[in-house]
């Protein structure tokens, strides 16, 4: 895992520089880009394993960053920003995001946060189907590939792990805080803004009809289920 690539975008030079000798010395390769437009200009020269992104960067911002990158790599991204209010988190996560992080934070929790974003991206789930069809979806778990009428759809890695850890308990109620420690680390469980994103944008990509799904149901004041037709 300490051989894996760390982009780091942030636009204040002191906190680049802080964040790039730590990680360095950890033993992560580690790039940095001082806006939005460079962040996405590496990305296209280089492949990382992970990205450390700020959200509050003059220009192209964090979040529009963030979507812009979506639209072409799945690498886990774990924002970093001094907001705290709970729509603010949304908005991360809605714009592609596997992860949070408040600043100011500390160097220990930040490398622990980026150590388990790296391990969940090395590590495959074994659901309990290696292959599923959901109508016309068809999902390949070893592959990690899914397709639908229309070709490949596209899941960021933290949905993948999401899907995955539903497809171990088919047809099975799965709590909330479960959810959150299996596919997000064991410092999880109260974070719901988490999976009520994962879990929308999960729907719009393997429903038929998003608001009323048939495969991704909710259990009220529980969690969720994935229903597996027979």
């Excluded at 051989?3 to 030079?13: H, K, Q, R």
């Excluded at 802080?18 to 996405?40: N, P």
């Excluded at 590590?123 to 070893?142: C, K, T």
């Excluded at 899907?163 to 719901?192: C, F, I, K, Q």
């Amino acid at each position: 895992m300490n051989e894996a690539s760390i982009l780091v975008v942030d636009n204040e030079p002191q906190i680049r520089r802080v964040m790039r000798t730590t990680l360095i010395s950890e033993g992560f390769e580690v790039d940095d880009a001082k806006c939005g437009d460079e962040a996405l200009e590496r990305i296209h020269l280089a492949k990382y394993d992970l990205i450390l992104l700020d959200i509050n960067m003059p220009g192209t911002n964090g979040l529009e960053t963030c979507r812009a990158i979506r639209a072409v790599s799945g690498v886990p991204i774990i924002m970093l920003t001094v907001r705290t209010a709970e729509r603010d988190k949304v908005q991360a996560l809605d714009a592609g995001a596997d992860d949070y992080i408040t600043k100011p934070f500390s160097m220990p929790e930040l490398l622990a946060r980026a150590r388990a974003a790296l391990r969940r991206r090395a590590r495959s789930l074994l659901p309990a189907h290696r292959h599923l069809q959901l109508g016309p979806i068809e999902i390949d778990f070893v592959a990690r590939q899914i397709s639908g009428p229309q070709g490949p759809v596209h899941l960021t890695p933290k949905e993948f792990d999401l899907l995955s850890d539903l497809a171990t308990h088919p047809n099975e109620a799965v709590s909330h805080g479960e959810l959150l420690r299996t596919v997000w680390g064991p410092g999880y469980g109260d974070e719901m803004e988490y999976l009520r994103v994962f879990i929308n944008r999960l729907r719009k990509k393997i429903e038929q009809n998003p608001t009323l799904p048939k495969y991704l149901l909710t259990e009220p004041c529980f969690g969720y289920r994935l229903n597996i037709p027979g």
